[in-house]
């Protein structure tokens, strides 16, 4: 067997050092890349669920607007309940009516 000479050891452990170099700076940029495609998923995840956040608070606020006015209603005495239910169905029929001059206003071209 040959003796190796220094730059020969040398030589072999810089290639080793090198391969080991070279495979560590592709493991972790592969790590980095999948870590970055992770974070870009929760990052997605997390809008959706803002977004979604925000539309149960608009429906939760609804329904508290709902109960408020429900709870008034059935707060009042008889005669203004009676008033209430009068004035709301004269909003109703004056909401018809307008709609319906709307659309004759949109037909004639006004």
Not at 4 to 13: A, H, S, V, Y
Not at 22 to 29: G, I, P, T
Not at 84 to 109: C, M, P, V, W
């Amino acid at each position: 067997m040959k003796k190796q000479t220094k730059k020969e050891i040398e030589g072999t452990l810089r290639n080793k050092l090198q391969k080991k170099f070279n495979d560590d700076l592709a493991s972790y940029k592969e790590r980095l890349e999948k870590l970055a495609n992770e974070n870009y998923e929760l990052q997605k995840k997390l809008r959706e669920k803002v977004d979604e956040n925000i539309a149960l608070r608009d429906k939760v606020d609804q329904y508290e607007d709902w109960n408020r006015r429900l709870q008034e209603f059935c707060d009042m005495n008889e005669e203004d309940r009676k008033a209430a239910i009068e004035q709301y169905k004269t909003d109703q029929i004056l909401a018809e009516h307008l709609n319906r001059f709307s659309t004759y206003l949109n037909i004639f071209g006004i």
